[in-house]
């Protein structure tokens, strides 16, 4: 377990640079994985007017005891703090950090899309699928099911380039996301 | 304690005289082993075994409310008085919900709780049935944290982990909800774990790197104040007694929040008396000009800071409290001390006899010139008239209360209800001790008085118990004079009755045109006959010759007693800083109304 990650929650704060713009931050969260701990962080967020815009959770550890956590969410710079600590204030909450305020980091996601077209539409939506290194994961003679993992913008790149080949139905996991480097939360 | 220490030997489920013991009996025998002796409760059909196994033992005490929300608040009073954990136990369903309001009261002040609630069987849990209700989902945002038992096994240690999480770090209500089948079917039970949750593991030593920035700060200081809330006189009386010490050895000035009155004595010439929307204007005009702002165990709430960018906008600013979440949620501070307060203070006294040199005499000498001018303006002043016709201001009837209470030497408790008479009290009652200022602050409960009253006389059975109450407000609870007859509790109420709601009638004519919407207490009752019929004694006073020998005799009676005080129905509470804006922009008194009509429609929105 890192100490540099959490010592500026618990130690010293000061303010920083850029206060007033909305910034875009994954923050991730070990928990207890116990009945009611997503609601209390969804209900958290609802109930302090907070943003989610995309949340992904799953057992991590290996008895099932603890799970992850990882939210997508924008606000200041008081603002992401406000959340880590009011998350972090939960009874259930082992761990929080904001992986975008520690460095750099990985967020991937993973979203099977569905397109339905024939003729040029599709054999351009084949092409497209293989620059992108979707994997054709569903295909019948009218639509192909991709699945896509990346970055966040990759995904959102490829599903407009499909909008006007047959784009029928879109299914996005959220994104899971790691520190780079061997350190951890 | 001592009936249950030899219990780890045994396994499985708990044999007590050759029989199992029921979750009833298991969760009884766990209140014990938490040193819990009094219970505020409703019984229903939920916990209906509960109430048998109560029934059954003599360590614990049941006190008997007419309504579960005085259950929580009768608690809050207890533990607030005590320093000790109040419990609580409700039915489902209606029960609850009724203690709702309570647990999200207990939440917002920070008061330690715990609330057993009756559940349907687990089996039934989803299917409607007859008084259940999602508690858990209910007061999941209104509680530190909840509890649903579905397992037998798991019921003794929840309700142990319930007590350590409700007392450990900022205090807070914790919920179990206990389904019947739980509590009817056999439990095994299971000591406390010394073990603290992985999860949840507060930080109570504060850095000594920040408190080194801190105390060179004060050292520094040209200026500096003390601000002071709920979140010291919650790290107990050592803690009080550490910093008024400390206070006096800096000799700097002290406000204190509504929370955190009796925290450091009223009466101490250091002390500015409570800070924010009705504060004292020295105690605000410090807290604008001060050079370095050391905020102990208090959260910035906005009846404090009023506009919260021209908030002590000149000061460096020191924070310590044990909720991380609280710092730099309203107001950006330079130093943050996480920790609780008691070790803070002994940190911070330790670091001050260490670091060389002292506070500079002479600038603190001048700092003090301007307090005291600010102080001769005497913020708190209004007229009586002194003809023994004249009608009563409610302010002259608050402080005769506190003069003639102080005079009986007794140790008092006072709890209010909210409104007008509540700031009013909170300014004219001083108070030297910790614990003794029991009111409703974060959430403002109408109510919530008559019930602490009850809490606090039950902790406190020798003391003097006062509640000072608006008619309005304590009819939302008057039911509980049934409670005070009952358990015979020598509670005095004294009703400042002005026909208003007084708080809401101030507002409409500072802000709506004097346009006194639905705020006028029509068809109010007879109070001393409501007093009567409830056991207790009623009296009233209408004239000031009378207001004194009535305040005497009320208090120097043996058994419970209702004082309707009529009061004069237009006196404002003042001082006032108007919603939205900054703090030297005071209004002092009537005189000075017309600037509330400046307010702007953003000060408008705000409550």
Redesign the interface.
């Known amino acids: 377990m890192s100490q540099s990650v959490t010592a500026s929650?618990?130690?010293?704060?000061?303010?920083q640079g850029d206060m007033e713009t909305n910034q875009r931050a994954v923050i991730s969260a070990l928990?207890?994985n116990e009945?009611?701990v997503l609601?209390?962080v969804v209900?958290l967020f609802s109930?302090r007017g907070y943003n989610i815009e995309s949340l992904t959770v799953a057992p991590v550890s290996d008895n099932g005891s603890m799970s992850r956590i990882n939210i997508v969410t924008s606000g200041t710079v008081?603002i992401l703090?406000?959340i880590c600590?009011?998350l972090?204030?939960l009874?259930?909450?082992?761990r929080v950090v904001n992986l975008t305020e520690c460095g750099p980091h990985i967020a991937r996601e993973m979203a099977l899309i569905k397109v339905v077209s024939a003729g040029e539409a599709r054999t351009e939506a084949l092409r497209i699928a293989q620059a992108f290194r979707a994997r054709a994961v569903d295909t019948t003679a009218r639509s192909f099911v991709f699945e896509l993992t990346g970055a966040t913008d990759k995904i959102d790149s490829f599903i407009e380039l499909m909008a006007p080949l047959g784009l029928a139905e879109v299914s996005r996991t959220g994104v899971a996301a790691l520190i780079r480097g061997p350190q951890t939360i | 304690m001592n009936a249950i220490t030899n219990t780890t030997t045994l396994s499985a489920h708990t044999i007590e005289a050759g029989r199992t013991l029921s979750g009833a009996e298991v969760l009884i025998r766990a209140l014990v082993e938490q040193g819990v002796e009094v219970v505020f409760g409703y019984p229903g059909g939920a916990v209906l075994p509960i109430y048998d196994a109560l029934f059954q033992q003599d360590k614990i005490r049941h006190i008997l409310v007419r309504h579960e929300q005085a259950a929580v608040h009768a608690a809050e009073a207890y533990a607030r008085s005590t320093g000790k954990i109040g419990v609580v136990l409700v039915t489902s369903g209606p029960g609850a919900t009724n203690a709702v309001t309570g647990l999200l009261d207990a939440l917002m002040d920070s008061v330690p709780l715990v609330c057993l609630c009756g559940q349907v069987p687990v089996p039934l849990i989803g299917n409607d049935a007859f008084q259940e209700a999602d508690t858990?989902?209910i007061t999941?945002?209104a509680t530190?944290?909840n509890y649903?038992v579905k397992h037998p096994e798991k019921l003794a240690s929840t309700v142990h982990e319930a007590f350590a999480?409700a007392r450990s770090g900022r205090p807070g209500p914790v919920l179990v909800d206990l389904p019947k089948n739980i509590t009817v079917g056999d439990a095994p039970y299971t000591p406390p774990s010394n073990q603290p949750?992985?999860?949840?593991q507060p930080?109570t030593e504060p850095?000594p790197?920040?408190i080194r920035?801190a105390v060179a700060a004060m050292k520094a200081a040209k200026r500096p104040l003390f601000y002071v809330g709920g979140g010291v006189i919650n790290a107990g009386h050592k803690a009080c007694e550490e910093l008024t010490a400390f206070i006096r050895q800096t000799g700097f000035p002290c406000t204190q929040t509504l929370m955190g009155l009796g925290a450091f004595p009223g009466t101490d010439p250091q002390s500015l008396g409570m800070l924010g929307m009705h504060g004292t204007y020295e105690a605000n005009l410090a807290t604008h000009d001060c050079d370095v702002l050391i905020a102990l165990g208090s959260r910035f709430d906005d009846r404090v800071t009023g506009r919260v960018d021209a908030f002590s906008p000149k000061s460096f600013k020191i924070h310590a409290d044990i909720?991380?979440?609280q710092?730099?949620?309203i107001i950006?501070v330079?130093?943050?001390i996480?920790g609780d307060a008691g070790k803070i203070i002994s940190a911070m006294v330790q670091e001050w006899n260490a670091q060389p040199g002292e506070a500079d005499g002479q600038t603190l000498e001048s700092w003090w010139a301007k307090i005291k001018a600010w102080r001769a303006l005497d913020c708190l002043r209004f007229t009586q008239d002194q003809a023994p016709e004249a009608i009563i201001k409610p302010q002259h009837a608050i402080r005769r209360i506190h003069e003639l209470s102080l005079e009986t030497g007794r140790d008092r408790f006072v709890t209010t209800e909210v409104g007008q008479h509540q700031m009013w009290a909170a300014q004219f009652f001083q108070f030297d001790k910790p614990m003794r200022w029991l009111t409703s602050g974060g959430l403002g409960t109408m109510g919530y008085g008559l019930p602490a009253a009850v809490g606090a006389q039950v902790a406190n059975p020798d003391a003097l118990v006062i509640d000072i109450a608006g008619e309005a407000s304590t009819l939302m609870n008057i039911q509980e004079l049934g409670t005070i007859a009952q358990y015979r509790l020598p509670v005095k109420l004294f009703i400042i009755n002005n026909h208003y709601m007084g708080m809401v009638r101030q507002w409409q004519e500072l802000l709506h045109g004097s346009r006194y919407s639905e705020s006028y207490s029509d068809a109010l009752p007879d109070f001393v006959k409501l007093a009567e019929s409830f056991h207790a004694k009623g009296m009233q006073v209408t004239r000031l010759a009378d207001l004194d020998t009535t305040i005497r005799e009320a208090l120097a009676h043996p058994g419970a007693v209702v004082v309707d005080i009529c009061v004069s129905e237009n006196e404002n509470c003042f001082p006032m800083i108007p919603s939205g804006a900054p703090h030297n922009e005071m209004i002092l008194g009537p005189e000075q109304e017309q600037k509330a009509h400046k307010i702007s429609r953003e000060g408008q929105a705000l409550v």
Request: net charge positive; aromatic share 6%; charged share 30%.
């Open positions: 929650r618990n130690g010293m704060r000061f303010a928990v207890d009945s009611g609601a209390r209900g109930g008081a703090e406000q600590a009011q972090d204030r009874v259930p909450v082992c | 858990t989902g999941r945002p530190k944290y649903l999480i949750r992985r999860s949840y930080q850095a790197e920040a920035i909720d991380p979440s710092i730099n949620k950006r330079d130093v943050p996480v």
